[in-house]
């Protein structure tokens, strides 16, 4: 159980196209889910915290224009990048809270790198 | 949510114990000790958590010092597998949802 999957799991873009990055709760659901951004050697950073239903809420430094996040249903909240640059290449992880757990625990998905050409 | 300070890297030789310090001196009473770890280009996995007692699991203990300001994660008997970033992060699980990662230890299990 717990699973949380994301897709695509790679995907390569010229610079100033958009992609969309899909987190879905494959067993559970999920009213709070997180993105992750994690550049190479580095650890992870919180980007935004995405709630269904409502406005996600960014992380300071953040660009809510450039990172536009939706979170319409329990299961699926999307990222997508817009007019993508080279410096947005990185690895996007998403992460899920399960709502039934006792222990508030949160389960991530298996991440999703992104490379701006 | 307090901060962590953890070893930048780690070896281990395969078989052995692992043993991964945590420093969290700022800890507050209700913040719980929580341990991920991130294999090498996939999304971090819970391993352990706890308050203020040890705790075990099928993947790691975790020993919590009486005045909370330290922790080690141990692995019994490391496998190559378990090669990885170990992130050890503390907050107040209903307080907040916020994982707040740091540099995390790299832990390398040789043969």
């Known amino acids: 159980g717990a699973v949380v999957s994301q897709h695509p799991s790679w995907v390569i873009c010229k610079s100033g196209t958009s992609v969309k990055i899909e987190c879905r709760s494959l067993?559970?659901?999920?009213?709070?889910m997180f993105w992750y951004r994690q550049f190479p050697k580095q650890s992870l950073m919180l980007m935004a915290t995405s709630n269904e239903g409502s406005k996600a809420t960014y992380e300071q430094g953040v660009e809510k224009d450039k990172f536009l996040i939706n979170h319409a249903s329990l299961t699926l909240s999307t990222l997508t990048v817009t007019s993508a640059h080279p410096e947005d290449s990185s690895f996007y992880i998403c992460?899920?809270?399960?709502?039934?757990?006792?222990?508030?625990?949160?389960?991530f998905g298996p991440g999703t790198r992104l490379t701006v050409l | 949510d307090a901060k962590t300070t953890q070893p930048p890297s780690m070896d281990c030789a395969e078989g052995r114990a692992a043993n991964l310090p945590c420093n969290h001196s700022?800890?507050?009473?209700?913040?719980?000790v929580y341990w991920y770890r991130q294999i090498h280009s996939q999304g971090p996995q819970y391993i352990i958590h706890g308050l203020k007692n040890n705790e075990t699991n099928e993947m790691a203990s975790l020993i919590i010092t009486e005045d909370r300001k330290s922790s080690t994660l141990i692995l019994p008997h490391a496998t190559l597998r378990d090669t990885a970033v170990y992130y050890c992060i503390v907050r107040v699980p209903f307080n907040t949802d916020k994982l707040i990662f740091g540099t995390g230890t790299r832990l390398q299990v040789f043969p």
């Open positions: 992460s899920a809270r399960d709502i039934s757990s006792g222990n508030n625990e949160q389960f």
């Open positions: 067993d559970f659901q999920a009213t709070t």
């Open positions: 700022t800890i507050s009473g209700n913040e719980y």
